[in-house]
T-cell receptor, first 115, second 114 residues
Framework: ETGVTQSPTHLIKTRGQQVTLRCSSQSGHNTVSWYQQALGQGPQFIFQYYREEENGRGNFPPRFSGLQFPNYSSELNVNALELDDSALYLC??????????????FGPGTRLLVL | GDSVTQMEGPVTLSEEAFLTINCTYTATGYPSLFWYVQYPGEGLQLLLKATKADDKGSNKGFEATYRKETTSFHLEKGSVQVSDSAVYFCALRVVTSGTYKYIFGTGTRLKVLA
């Protein structure tokens, strides 16, 4: 069974640029969630995708957007990067059924540095 | 709003000591509760979970009981090892109108000395 994988592992961008992060979900999982983890903080929920639709969103502006593909992999896109976007971005996959039994499994993360 | 509060770290213990990491929550409805562990340079690993009041989650010697009356989910282990050194996160999941929302605490760093 393949776990959750993310790419790239590290990334450096400059303010104002756009970035795309990728996530492959664990085999058998149909749901992907994205989190932002600033240094020394807990993960902050960005959004969740199920069946290629957004299924929940945290307090992040619209410049954070996502996609889920038919194979359940996902992308996180961030436009107009700001210095505060520097963080570890975590992807978690899960199976949304049975209802209430969802458990998330996390990838190793992508560390983004915005200069 | 929904929130999770964890005790501040770092927590430093000697090997074989008893561990308690406090976690309390505020949430509407009936959240599910989780403990995750993060080792240096890695993503989060699920440690244990509880989905309803009075449930006890357990794994690798760690335990936590979902206490609705005190809105708490404290993590305990009877005898810690050096290999338990990591950051521990308490988290809750709420479901509103079919959509999911996850909230994590700020994490508690545990250092176990040989």
């Amino acid at each position: 069974e393949t776990g959750v994988t993310q790419s790239p592992t590290h990334l450096i961008k400059t303010r104002g640029q756009q970035v795309t992060l990728r996530c492959s979900s664990q085999s058998g999982h149909n749901t992907v969630s994205w989190y932002q983890q600033a240094l020394g903080q807990g993960p902050q929920f960005i959004f969740q995708y199920y069946r290629e639709e957004e299924n929940g969103r945290g307090n992040f502006p619209p410049r954070f957007s996502g996609l889920q593909f038919p194979n359940y992999s996902s992308e996180l896109n961030v436009n107009a990067l700001e210095l505060d976007d520097s963080a570890l971005y975590l992807c978690a996959s899960s199976s949304i059924l049975p209802v209430g039994e969802e458990t998330q499994y996390f990838g190793p993360g992508t560390r983004l540095l915005v200069l | 709003g929904d929130s999770v509060t964890q005790m501040e770290g770092p927590v430093t213990l000697s090997e074989e000591a008893f561990l308690t990491i406090n976690c309390t929550y505020t949430a509407t409805g009936y959240p599910s509760l989780f403990w995750y562990v993060q080792y240096p340079g890695e993503g989060l690993q699920l440690l244990l979970k509880a989905t309803k009041a009075d449930d006890k989650g357990s794994n690798k010697g760690f335990e936590a009981t979902y206490r609705k009356e005190t809105t708490s989910f404290h993590l305990e282990k009877g005898s810690v090892q050096v290999s338990d050194s990591a950051v521990y996160f308490c988290a809750l999941r709420v479901v509103t109108s079919g959509t999911y929302k996850y909230i994590f605490g700020t994490g508690t760093r545990l250092k176990v000395l040989a």
